[in-house]
């Protein structure tokens, strides 16, 4: 069974960082590509960035480049995000999702002083 | 980007209805258009991929059609349990993109 659990939430105030981890089961993680995808309270779905099964190719969205960085451990089936300079527009849900086919329950972030 | 359109934002059926979902594209996006079922509180579940592939797992009763710019989810026979939101996802080019969603409820 494919499961992916989100970590790392919490509150922080504007300017801080936090970091998000994503641990992978029931599949080969260094096949597959794997993408933070957010939601903020009462919004729609944003895509934050992306990542391929080798860390060959990263995207991200205008919203966060230059703040956030996607990697991958393969070995030890897991996704980060590093999220700096957090703005209160970067409150959100964040899921963890394989390709396009597999979500994670999602971890929160708030941003507030 | 390409932006996705969904209509209509809110639909109100009854058990047995046979259910449409629209989602328009603002350029082609071939195939790559997936279906999304949202319960209260729960992750999205995928339920067709490649605008018309039934992922494992989901009910026939979900079925998915078109290319280019128009894309529809159907339910044949709308049950209680598919009480959610439906959110549409194009995965053709780079930021992917989704629909706004339709609320499903039981008239």
């Known amino acids: 069974e494919v499961q992916l659990v989100e970590s790392g939430g919490g509150l922080v105030q504007p300017g801080r960082s936090l970091k998000l981890s994503c641990l992978a089961s029931g599949f080969t993680f260094s096949n597959y590509g794997m993408n933070w995808i957010r939601q903020a309270p009462g919004k729609g779905l944003e895509w934050v960035a992306s990542?391929?099964?080798?860390?060959?190719?990263?995207y991200y969205a205008d919203t966060v480049k230059g703040r956030f960085t996607i990697s991958r451990d393969n070995a030890k089936n897991t996704l980060y995000l590093q999220m700096t300079s957090l703005r209160s527009e970067d409150t959100a849900l964040y899921y963890c999702?394989?390709?396009?086919?597999?979500w994670g329950q999602g971890v929160m972030v708030t941003v507030s002083s | 980007d390409i932006q996705m359109t969904q209509s209509p934002s809110f639909l109100s059926a009854s058990v047995g209805d046979r259910v449409t979902l629209s989602c328009k594209a603002s350029?082609?996006?071939?195939?790559?258009l997936a279906w999304y079922q949202q319960k209260l509180g729960e992750a999205p579940k995928l339920l067709i991929y490649?605008?018309?592939s039934l992922q494992t797992g989901i009910p026939s009763r979900f079925s998915g059609s078109g290319s280019g710019t128009d894309f529809t989810l159907t339910i044949s026979s709308l049950q209680p349990e598919d009480v959610a939101t439906y959110f549409c996802l194009q995965h053709n080019s780079w930021p992917g993109t989704f629909g706004g969603g339709t609320k499903l409820e039981l008239k």
């Open positions: 350029q082609n996006i071939n195939k790559y």
């Open positions: 990542i391929s099964s080798s860390s060959s190719y990263i």
């Open positions: 490649n605008a018309n």
């Open positions: 999702v394989r390709s396009v086919d597999y």
